[in-house]
Structure formats: structure tokens, C-alpha cells
């Protein structure tokens, strides 16, 4: 059982940045994420990484965002800058990789109640 909290959020201007933290209370060998959901959409992947350190990042994310994380202290981070107003949604960080697409979160077992991101424009 893993343990999720996330904290960080806000509301910023476009072009704004803020970092994302998530405390997992156990430790998670495989990928950690970050995923996304507005409202009336899906959730959406952001960003993994593995235990290695090897990130895979969405489309969205490329160039602006970018993932870390402390194993020492079983801790993620999500660096965002140039924010859009598309980038508005709850973030959720996730662990418990089941294996498959990592940026798909059904194959996570374990999420974060979530941290409201929003951009005004």
C-alpha cells in the first residue's frame, strides 16, 4: 500500500510556474506520475519516471515541465513553467505501475487526492 499526497497548487498567471510535490508514504520501485484531469475530460498522463530516473513526458509537458524524484525521501516533484491556461485541471500524482503504457492511468494503483492547478490567461 502506497500512500499519496500531493500539495503545490495554485492559480497563476499564463507564462507562471509552479512546482508540484507529492509524499508517498511507501516506496514505489517502478514508474511514479503525474496526471491530470480537467474538468469534463479524461485523466490524462503528464509525466513518469522510474526508480532510474528514465522520465517519459506527454506531448503536453515537453519543453515546460519538468518531473524529479527523491528516493531518499520518497518524493516526487513537478516543475511547471511557461503555464498555459490549458494546463488548468486537477494534478494527481500516481504509483503502483501494473505494467503497459505509462502514461495510461489505468495501469496505476495507487493516486493522491490531488492538487488544483489553475491558469488565467
Known amino acids: 500500500q502506497v500512500h499519496l499526497v500531493e500539495s503545490g497548487g495554485g492559480s497563476v498567471q499564463s507564462g507562471g510556474s509552479l512546482r508540484l510535490s507529492c509524499k508517498a508514504s511507501?516506496?514505489?520501485?517502478?514508474?511514479m506520475g503525474w496526471f491530470r484531469q480537467a474538468p469534463a475530460k479524461e485523466r490524462e498522463g503528464v509525466v513518469c519516471?522510474?526508480?532510474?530516473?528514465?522520465?517519459r513526458y506527454a506531448d503536453s509537458g515537453k519543453g515546460r515541465f519538468t518531473i524529479s524524484r527523491d528516493n531518499a525521501n520518497n518524493t516526487l516533484s513537478l516543475q511547471m513553467n511557461n503555464l498555459k491556461p490549458e494546463d488548468t485541471a486537477m494534478y494527481y500524482c500516481?504509483?503502483?505501475?501494473?505494467?503497459?503504457?505509462?502514461?495510461?492511468?489505468?495501469?496505476?494503483?495507487?493516486w493522491g487526492q490531488g492538487t488544483q492547478v489553475t491558469v488565467s490567461s
Open positions: 511507501g516506496y514505489s520501485v517502478y514508474c
Open positions: 500516481a504509483a503502483g505501475f501494473r505494467g503497459g503504457d505509462s502514461l495510461d492511468p489505468s495501469n496505476y494503483r495507487y
Open positions: 519516471i522510474d526508480i532510474n530516473g528514465e522520465t
